[in-house]
């Protein structure tokens, strides 16, 4: 059973910076792609950003040119550097790996934004 494991969530200031770490008890070159939603409150999960196995990458139009999905040196860890934070981030950002029609979730973790 894949597994996946959100850490890195917290409080962010405005204008500031967080970067969220998933780690895969998988290889990431065993799927399609790897990508980060998100959930606010009473609003519906979005997706902000995905990295093909090929590894090009697309954003939501809210976080594009502030957030950066990349993989880490290893096999296992796939991040999302965010950058320029404002208050409507704070969501619980979720990992996601997609393999054929199998998807695969962490449990997520918290960020939030504020002064």
């Known amino acids: 059973q894949v597994q996946l494991q959100e850490s890195g969530g917290g409080l962010g200031q405005p204008g500031g910076s967080l970067r969220l770490s998933c780690t895969i008890s998988a290889s990431i070159s065993s799927f399609d792609a790897m990508a980060w939603f998100r959930r606010a409150p009473g609003k519906q999960r979005e997706l902000v950003a995905s990295r093909a196995a090929g590894g090009s990458t697309a954003y939501a139009p809210s976080v594009k040119d502030r957030f950066t999905i990349s993989r880490g040196s290893d096999e296992n860890t796939v991040y999302l550097q965010m950058d320029n934070l404002k208050p409507e981030d704070s969501a619980v950002y979720y990992c996601?790996?997609?393999?054929?029609?199998?998807?695969?979730w962490g449990q997520g973790t918290q960020v939030t934004v504020s002064s």
């Open positions: 996601n790996a997609k393999y054929n029609y199998n998807e695969y």
